[in-house]
């Protein structure tokens, strides 16, 4: 399938990636990957808001990292800084500033693996790894010669490059 024949189906709510044309559609998320989803917009949320920082937006929303190469993902949550939003369409056209992914048994090798993988190639600054499962926060900044990654447990802080006056603990996401 090519980036046009993706973009010319109907819309729809249902969680779906295009990955070098071959379409995946997975089942819907549990409550449980849900619910930490909306943590993190409203923690980003009342972060970028206030300052006008840029928008957050939340899956399903299409992200066309390369449209030559039919690779269209879905982040779980991501956030274009204002110096960007001209790449916000109807679908975000480029890499978001940071993207981030909660972890689920049926998706963590793909999404610490490929994912991660095509986020740092097209140019993501920052990807969030939310792991449920250890109640942590694993943040890798792409914007170094070799990714870095900072690991946030409990009441240890969630360490972002791309918002440095964030204030969050791992365990506010969790508790």
């Given at each position: 399938m090519t980036t046009a024949d993706y973009f010319?189906?109907?819309?729809?709510?249902?969680?779906?990636?295009?990955?070098h044309g071959i379409l995946r559609e997975p089942p819907a998320p549990f409550f449980t990957h849900q619910d930490l989803v909306l943590r993190v917009a409203r923690l980003l949320c009342d972060?970028?808001?206030?300052?006008?920082?840029g928008r957050v937006g939340i899956a399903p929303i299409d992200v066309v990292l390369d449209a030559d190469a039919a690779l269209v993902l879905q982040?779980?949550?991501?956030f274009v800084s204002t110096e960007r939003l001209s790449?916000?369409?109807?679908?975000?056209?480029?890499?978001?500033d940071l993207v981030v992914e909660i972890?689920?048994?049926g998706t963590e090798r793909y999404d610490r693996g490929d994912k991660?993988?095509?986020?740092?190639?097209?140019?993501?600054?920052?990807?969030?790894?939310?792991?449920?499962r250890a109640q942590g926060v694993e943040?890798?900044?792409f914007?170094?010669?070799?990714?870095?990654?900072?690991?946030?447990?409990?009441?240890?802080a969630v360490q972002s490059t791309v918002f440095p006056a964030l204030q969050a603990t791992a365990f506010a996401l969790f508790a």
């Open positions: 010319g189906t109907e819309e729809t709510n249902r969680r779906r990636e295009l990955t972060h970028v808001d206030p300052r006008g920082l982040p779980d949550v991501l790449i916000i369409r109807d679908q975000v056209w480029g890499a978001p972890l689920s048994l991660l993988g095509w986020y740092r190639q097209y140019g993501v600054r920052e990807c969030w790894i939310v792991d449920p943040v890798v900044d914007t170094g010669v070799l990714p870095e990654r900072r690991a946030a447990y409990g009441v240890d």
